[in-house]
């Protein structure tokens, strides 16, 4: 092959990794700001409406701001949340739980949204803590679960009348973790894994491609250095 062909071969493999190696640089970061940019004006189109004009900038300045709605959402929950931490403000917040209470469809929504966000939130909670992996849909084939917590009510004690202490976990779907199924496993049936929940959805959102490091893989190098 004479010199020049295989110059140009060279060339254009190296135009060829220049250009992989900035789409794996750019990418990202492109798809988190447009996923940032998107999120920021969809929390506008809904709070700046509601905003008096007298108060909102765009009434005076030649162009809009983004990220206002934003900041009036933060500022607002902020301020309902210290209201509601004294005692006239709960009183007043029991009150119009009482009347959302007999509301026939209001209170259940109502209660199963306040118990998921007070299980999410809550400093004590140690909801989806630990990753686990379990056979799954049949014997053989093995699934990455978040271990939610010990299974509770009807379910639990339903289950134990058959002699079964089950835990309830979270079995995401790829590429969409916030998408699954919710499973009640035996406990001897679940493998509990040492990665971090963030490393586990990585490794779902991206269906295996980005496997992170387990303790044990570090513990190993570092006995081999």
Do not use: H
Request: glycine share 8%; aromatic share 12%.
């Amino acid at each position: 092959m004479p010199d020049t062909i295989k110059t140009r071969i060279g060339g254009v493999a190296r135009l060829r990794n220049y250009f992989l190696t900035g789409l794996i640089i750019c990418a990202p970061v492109g798809i988190t700001a447009y996923l940032v940019w998107s999120l920021i004006g969809w929390i506008d189109s809904w709070i700046i409406p509601y905003i008096p004009t007298v108060y909102n900038p765009d009434t005076y300045l030649p162009f809009s701001i983004p990220g206002f709605g934003l900041v009036i959402a933060l500022f607002v929950i902020t301020i309902v949340g210290f209201l509601t931490a004294n005692y006239i403000g709960r009183t007043i917040w029991s009150y119009g739980e009482v009347l959302l209470g007999r509301m026939p469809v209001v209170r259940n929504l109502y209660s199963g949204l306040k118990q998921i966000f007070q299980t999410v939130l809550s400093d004590k909670s140690s909801s989806f803590q630990e990753v686990g992996i379990i056979e799954y849909p049949r014997k053989g084939l093995w699934a990455i679960v978040f271990i939610a917590t010990d299974t509770l009510g009807e379910v639990d004690r339903r289950l134990k009348d058959i002699k079964q202490t089950t835990v309830s976990v979270f079995l995401p779907t790829t590429p969409n973790p916030t998408s699954g199924f919710l499973l009640f496993v035996p406990k001897k049936d679940v493998t509990i894994l040492d990665m971090k929940v963030e490393d586990a959805a990585k490794l779902v959102i991206s269906a295996g491609l980005v496997s992170p490091e387990t303790v044990e893989v570090k513990k190993s190098e570092k006995q081999k250095a």
